[in-house]
C-alpha cells in the first residue's frame, strides 16, 4: 500500500504528464500575449492563421486625443480576435478605400497578424510589417487588399496596422507642445512605433522573428518607411525596409515643416473652432473636427516635431543617420496618369515649359519631348509622375545609396492594368502595385485578373519576402535582380517579361534636381 508522500507524488507526476501533453495539444489559434489571450481563425481555406483586431495601444480618446500612444489594457479570458477593429477616423479621401469593419472611430489603434498554418509557435518566421497609404489622411489595415491570405504563404509572419491621421494623427499647436516638453503632431508616427513595440514584445508567440522585422508601404506608407529609417526613436525596431512610391528626403508632395511653421497654420485652424483651451478641444465631437478638416487648404502633414524628428528628414540621410539597412524601393510607370484625364497638346506643353522652367525649358523638352499632342500627354504623365512621387523616390534611393552601408535595390512597375471600377484608363497606376504585393488582385473591384498578372504577383510576393528572409530579393530561380550602385545605376523593370539594365532616365532626375515648380492636382 502507497504512504501518503507516494501517492502525493504519483498525483504531481500525473498532473506535469496532463499539463505536457495540454502544451502538445495546445489550441495554436489561442495565443498569449502581454495584455492577454486572443483567439483568431484560419483563412484561405485553412492555410492561414489570422488574429484580427489585436489592440497594440490604448484607445486615443478623451484625455489621449493627441497625445502619444499609452499602453493597451491588459484582459482577462480570450480576446476574439475574429473580426477587424474599427479604421481610423476620416474624412473621405479616395474612392477605392474599402474598409471591412463596423465604421471609423477614434478607437482605432488595432493590429492584425497573419501567420502561415504550418508555422510552429516558435518558429522565427521573417515578420513584415506594413504600413498603408492615403496621404497620413486616409486609409486603413482592413482594406481588402491588404488582406493576408496570400503573403504568409510565401513563408513570413504579416502584420498590418491602423495609425491615427489627419488631424487626429499630426495637429501640432504650441498648446500641445508645452505640454509634452516642447513636441507636438506626430502621433501618427509614433502610433507606428508603437506597432512596432508591439511586434517586438509578441511577435514571436505567433511565429515570427522579433529580430527580423521588414517594414514596407506605399505611398504615405512609404513615405513614413523613409520617415522611421531617420526617427531616432524607432532604432532597432526593424532591419529591412521597402518603399513603394514615395520618399520623404525632399520636400515634394507631402512635406514636412517646422514645428514653429505648423504652430502657426495650426493655430489658425484651430481659431475656427470657437474653443479656448485644448479641454474644450478634446471635448469637441470627432464629426465636429473632422467637418472642419474639410474647408481648402487644411492638411495636416508630418512635421519635425523634435521627437520622432530632431531634423529634417534629408539632413539625417546625408549625415549618414538613417537606419543603416538593406532597402528596396520605386515606383510605377503611370504614377501620373491624372493628366491624361485633362489631355494635353503640343502648344499647351510647351507653353507650361516656359511658364515653369524658363531658361531651363530647352532642357526640359529634350528630357520630356512634345513634338506631337501624343508625345505630348505621354510626356505629361511621365513629368506628373515624376513631380508627384517618383523624384522624391528617387531621391529617397540616392540618399539611402550615397550614406546607408546597406544594400539598395530600385524597381519600376510598368504592367498596365485594363480598366477597373476606380481606375478609368490602362496604366500602372499610383497604388497599382499593392494588390499584386498582396496577391489580392481579385479584390480590386469589376477588375478582371489576366494570366499575366497572376505570375507577377506571384513574383513580387516572391522578391518581397525573399528580401524579408535575407535581405536580397534575388533566390531560386526569379530573374536577376542587380543591387542598385554607381556601375550604371541598374534596376529591374517589373513586367509580364522582367529584365534589368542600367537606368536610361537619370538626366530627369538630375534635371529636377535643380528645382521644379510646386505640384498641384487642381
Same mark, same amino acid.
Given at each position: 500500500?502507497?504512504?501518503?508522500?507516494?501517492?502525493?507524488?504519483?498525483?504531481?507526476?500525473?498532473?506535469?504528464?496532463?499539463?505536457?501533453?495540454?502544451?502538445?495539444?495546445?489550441?495554436?489559434?489561442?495565443?498569449?500575449?502581454?495584455?492577454?489571450?486572443?483567439?483568431?481563425?484560419?483563412?484561405?481555406?485553412?492555410?492561414?492563421?489570422?488574429?484580427?483586431?489585436?489592440?497594440?495601444?490604448?484607445?486615443?480618446?478623451?484625455?489621449?486625443?493627441?497625445?502619444?500612444?499609452?499602453?493597451?489594457?491588459?484582459?482577462?479570458?480570450?480576446?476574439?480576435?475574429?473580426?477587424?477593429?474599427?479604421?481610423?477616423?476620416?474624412?473621405?479621401?479616395?474612392?477605392?478605400?474599402?474598409?471591412?469593419?463596423?465604421?471609423?472611430?477614434?478607437?482605432?489603434?488595432?493590429?492584425?497578424?497573419?501567420?502561415?498554418?504550418?508555422?510552429?509557435?516558435?518558429?522565427?518566421?521573417?515578420?513584415?510589417?506594413?504600413?498603408?497609404?492615403?496621404?497620413?489622411?486616409?486609409?486603413?489595415?482592413?482594406?481588402?487588399?491588404?488582406?493576408?491570405?496570400?503573403?504568409?504563404?510565401?513563408?513570413?509572419?504579416?502584420?498590418?496596422?491602423?495609425?491615427?491621421?489627419?488631424?487626429?494623427?499630426?495637429?501640432?499647436?504650441?498648446?500641445?507642445?508645452?505640454?509634452?516638453?516642447?513636441?507636438?503632431?506626430?502621433?501618427?508616427?509614433?502610433?507606428?512605433?508603437?506597432?512596432?513595440?508591439?511586434?517586438?514584445?509578441?511577435?514571436?508567440?505567433?511565429?515570427?522573428?522579433?529580430?527580423?522585422?521588414?517594414?514596407?508601404?506605399?505611398?504615405?506608407?512609404?513615405?513614413?518607411?523613409?520617415?522611421?529609417?531617420?526617427?531616432? %526613436? #524607432? *532604432?532597432?525596431? &526593424?532591419?529591412?525596409?521597402?518603399? +513603394?512610391?514615395?520618399?520623404?528626403?525632399?520636400?515634394? $508632395?507631402? =512635406?514636412?515643416?517646422?514645428?514653429?511653421?505648423?504652430?502657426?497654420?495650426?493655430?489658425?485652424?484651430?481659431?475656427?473652432?470657437?474653443?479656448?483651451?485644448?479641454?474644450?478641444?478634446?471635448?469637441?465631437?470627432?464629426?465636429?473636427?473632422?467637418?472642419?478638416?474639410?474647408?481648402?487648404?487644411?492638411?495636416?502633414?508630418?512635421?519635425?516635431?523634435?521627437?520622432?524628428?530632431?531634423?529634417?528628414?534629408?539632413?539625417?540621410?546625408?549625415?549618414?543617420?538613417?537606419?543603416?539597412?538593406?532597402?528596396?524601393?520605386?515606383?510605377?510607370?503611370?504614377?501620373?496618369?491624372?493628366?491624361?484625364?485633362?489631355?494635353?497638346?503640343?502648344?499647351?506643353?510647351?507653353? %507650361? #515649359? *516656359?511658364?515653369? &522652367?524658363?531658361?531651363?525649358?530647352? +532642357?526640359?523638352?529634350?528630357?520630356?519631348?512634345?513634338? $506631337?499632342? =501624343?508625345?505630348?500627354?505621354?510626356?505629361?504623365?511621365?513629368?506628373?509622375?515624376?513631380?508627384?512621387?517618383?523624384?522624391?523616390?528617387?531621391?529617397?534611393?540616392?540618399?539611402?545609396?550615397?550614406?546607408?552601408?546597406?544594400?539598395?535595390?530600385?524597381?519600376?512597375?510598368?504592367?498596365?492594368?485594363?480598366?477597373?471600377?476606380?481606375?478609368?484608363?490602362?496604366?500602372?497606376?499610383?497604388?497599382?502595385?499593392?494588390?499584386?504585393?498582396?496577391?489580392?488582385?481579385?479584390?480590386?473591384?469589376?477588375?478582371?485578373?489576366?494570366?499575366?498578372?497572376?505570375?507577377?504577383?506571384?513574383?513580387?510576393?516572391?522578391?518581397?519576402?525573399?528580401?524579408?528572409?535575407?535581405?536580397?530579393?534575388?533566390?531560386?530561380?526569379?530573374?536577376?535582380?542587380?543591387?542598385?550602385?554607381?556601375?550604371?545605376?541598374?534596376?529591374?523593370?517589373?513586367?509580364?517579361?522582367?529584365?534589368?539594365?542600367?537606368?536610361?532616365?537619370?538626366?530627369?532626375?538630375?534635371?529636377?534636381?535643380?528645382?521644379?515648380?510646386?505640384?498641384?492636382?487642381?
Amino acid at each position: 500500500m502507497m504512504n501518503f508522500g507516494m501517492k502525493a507524488a504519483c498525483a504531481l507526476a500525473a498532473v506535469a504528464l496532463l499539463g505536457l501533453s495540454m502544451t502538445a495539444k495546445a489550441d495554436p489559434l489561442t495565443v498569449k500575449t502581454e495584455q492577454g489571450k486572443a483567439h483568431g481563425k484560419t483563412i484561405n481555406g485553412d492555410k492561414v492563421r489570422a488574429w484580427l483586431g489585436l489592440p497594440y495601444a490604448a484607445p486615443p480618446t478623451g484625455d489621449l486625443r493627441w497625445k502619444a500612444p499609452q499602453p493597451a489594457a491588459k484582459w482577462k479570458g480570450d480576446r476574439d480576435a475574429t473580426k477587424f477593429g474599427a479604421h481610423c477616423a476620416q474624412n473621405p479621401v479616395f474612392q477605392d478605400m474599402v474598409f471591412q469593419d463596423n465604421g471609423p472611430s477614434e478607437d482605432c489603434l488595432y493590429l492584425n497578424v497573419y501567420a502561415p498554418a504550418t508555422a510552429a509557435t516558435k518558429a522565427k518566421l521573417p515578420v513584415m510589417f506594413w504600413i498603408h497609404g492615403g496621404g497620413f489622411s486616409g486609409g486603413g489595415s482592413n482594406e481588402p487588399r491588404h488582406n493576408g491570405d496570400f503573403l504568409p504563404l510565401k513563408g513570413v509572419v504579416l502584420v498590418t496596422i491602423n495609425y491615427r491621421l489627419g488631424v487626429f494623427g499630426f495637429l501640432a499647436t504650441d498648446d500641445l507642445a508645452k505640454e509634452a516638453n516642447g513636441s507636438a503632431g506626430n502621433y501618427g508616427l509614433m502610433d507606428m512605433i508603437s506597432g512596432l513595440k508591439w511586434v517586438k514584445a509578441n511577435i514571436a508567440e505567433f511565429g515570427g522573428d522579433p529580430n527580423n522585422v521588414t517594414i514596407f508601404g506605399e505611398s504615405a506608407g512609404s513615405f513614413a518607411v523613409s520617415t522611421l529609417m531617420a526617427s531616432p %526613436m #524607432a *532604432q532597432g525596431l &526593424f532591419h529591412k525596409a521597402i518603399g +513603394e512610391s514615395g520618399g520623404a528626403v525632399v520636400r515634394n $508632395t507631402l =512635406a514636412y515643416d517646422s514645428l514653429a511653421d505648423r504652430e502657426v497654420k495650426d493655430a489658425q485652424w484651430v481659431s475656427t473652432l470657437n474653443v479656448k483651451s485644448l479641454a474644450e478641444l478634446r471635448a469637441l465631437p470627432t464629426q465636429t473636427i473632422l467637418d472642419a478638416c474639410k474647408k481648402p487648404g487644411v492638411g495636416f502633414p508630418p512635421d519635425v516635431d523634435g521627437k520622432v524628428l530632431t531634423e529634417p528628414v534629408g539632413d539625417t540621410y546625408a549625415a549618414g543617420k538613417q537606419a543603416h539597412v538593406p532597402l528596396i524601393a520605386g515606383w510605377n510607370a503611370d504614377e501620373g496618369n491624372f493628366f491624361a484625364m485633362r489631355g494635353m497638346t503640343v502648344a499647351q506643353w510647351k507653353e %507650361m #515649359a *516656359q511658364k515653369n &522652367f524658363k531658361e531651363r525649358a530647352d +532642357e526640359f523638352l529634350k528630357l520630356y519631348p512634345g513634338d $506631337t499632342d =501624343a508625345q505630348a500627354l505621354r510626356s505629361a504623365i511621365d513629368f506628373g509622375g515624376d513631380q508627384f512621387i517618383a523624384y522624391g523616390t528617387w531621391a529617397w534611393l540616392e540618399a539611402h545609396r550615397k550614406s546607408g552601408d546597406s544594400p539598395v535595390y530600385r524597381y519600376h512597375f510598368e504592367l498596365a492594368a485594363p480598366p477597373s471600377k476606380f481606375h478609368p484608363g490602362t496604366f500602372a497606376f499610383h497604388s497599382d502595385d499593392i494588390e499584386y504585393v498582396f496577391g489580392t488582385l481579385d479584390t480590386r473591384p469589376g477588375y478582371t485578373v489576366r494570366p499575366e498578372d497572376k505570375t507577377l504577383s506571384d513574383q513580387f510576393m516572391t522578391y518581397w519576402t525573399n528580401f524579408a528572409k535575407t535581405g536580397d530579393p534575388n533566390g531560386g530561380d526569379m530573374p536577376k535582380w542587380p543591387k542598385y550602385n554607381e556601375d550604371g545605376y541598374p534596376l529591374i523593370h517589373l513586367n509580364s517579361t522582367i529584365t534589368s539594365g542600367p537606368d536610361e532616365l537619370r538626366p530627369r532626375y538630375e534635371f529636377l534636381k535643380q528645382g521644379m515648380p510646386p505640384l498641384h492636382f487642381n
